[in-house]
């Protein structure tokens, strides 16, 4: 995909694209699962719908059942910047002071658990786990359409979306 069309798209129904891990968690999964990076990576990929909402604001949809998903609107050429590198890859700078946060994962977060990691005689220690709840799928289907939340939310339909990187500052 182009970044021109890229634009255009975002400003007729909205683009889905896929935002590749960001940096810390692809070297994690490199050093994790050097054999099956390939798959591992899936999981920190995030399926994203860019939406202008009107002539300079950008409403980001992710999808993911991970504590980033959300909806965030950004202006235009102001807070989220689009950009083509001489290669064709499609770059897009957000930034994160500018942003508003209209629903957030982290707010839908319930209890699962927890995991213990080690224990002694005098010390145990544990992390307390939290698994996103299903309102929150609710809530974000006030963003897109049923169809999409299913077709997007299966990792084996990433393939088909073009790979952006996100860069967040």
């Known amino acids: 995909m182009t970044l021109k069309k890229l634009l255009h798209q975002m400003r007729t129904d ?37 939406v202008l909402i009107n002539e300079n ?7 993911s059942d991970q504590t980033w998903a959300g909806v965030e609107e950004y202006v235009l050429d102001e807070s989220i910047l689009f950009r ?15 942003v508003q946060r209209l629903l957030s994962a982290l707010d839908y977060q319930v209890d699962d658990g927890e995991l213990e ?3 002694t005689p005098k010390v145990k220690l ?27 939310s299966k990792a084996e339909n990433f393939a088909e979306l073009p790979l952006i990187e996100i860069i967040r500052k």
Not at 126 to 152: G, N, V
């Open 126 to 152: 544990s992390l307390k786990q939290t698994r996103t709840s299903e309102s929150f799928q609710a809530e974000l289907l006030k963003y897109i359409s049923p169809e999409e939340y299913e077709k997007y």
């Open 57 to 63: 604001t950008v409403r980001v949809i992710s999808l």
């Open 117 to 119: 990691l080690c224990r």
């Open 14 to 50: 909205g683009v889905w694209v896929l935002a590749e891990a960001a940096e810390a968690m692809q070297a994690y999964v490199a050093a994790k699962f050097p054999d099956t990076y390939a798959e591992e990576i899936k999981k920190y990929q995030t399926p994203q719908k860019y």
């Open 84 to 98: 083509e590198s001489r290669s064709g890859r499609i770059r897009v700078v957000r930034y994160r002071k500018d």
